[in-house]
């Protein structure tokens, strides 16, 4: 599975940008999907996830509840995160990630459960 994640760029402060991720390959085993960040000098923090193809549920990092929603488009095999009211902490570059295992709850938020990963794009905000 090839994951290009796309989107990112330069804003304002309270301004909103739109991240997409499309999946190439054998994208059929793609089960949980998920958006992950890392500022400079910083660990990969988890943004948000949903853990199942067939579920409706979504799981936020209390960092962007709110602010920031997932979704995802199956038959586009592409996975997007809308940012809203951005703020200069929200600068990092955001990767997506993707498993092969359908997840429960809040587990879809760590990380090393994923199999694949994009290469990152870089979201910049200003104040």
């Known amino acids: 599975v090839q994951l290009q994640a796309s989107g990112g760029g330069l804003v304002q402060a309270g301004g909103s940008l739109r991240l997409s991720c499309a999946a190439s390959?054998?994208?059929?085993?793609?089960?949980?999907i998920g958006w992950f960040r890392q500022a400079p000098g910083k660990e990969r923090d988890s943004v948000a996830c949903?853990?199942?193809?067939?579920?409706?549920?979504?799981y936020y990092a209390p960092s962007v509840k709110g602010r920031f929603t997932i979704s995802r488009d199956n038959a586009k095999n592409t996975v997007y995160l809308q940012m809203d009211s951005l703020k200069p902490e929200d600068t990092a570059v955001y990767y997506c990630?993707?498993?092969?295992?359908?997840?429960?709850?809040?587990?879809?938020?760590?990380?090393?459960?994923?199999?694949?990963w994009g290469q990152g794009t870089l979201v910049t905000v200003s104040s």
């Open positions: 949903i853990p199942s193809s067939s579920r409706g549920y979504t």
């Open positions: 990630a993707t498993a092969e295992t359908a997840m429960y709850g809040t587990t879809c938020l760590t990380r090393h459960h994923y199999d694949y």
């Open positions: 390959g054998p994208t059929d085993n793609i089960y949980a």
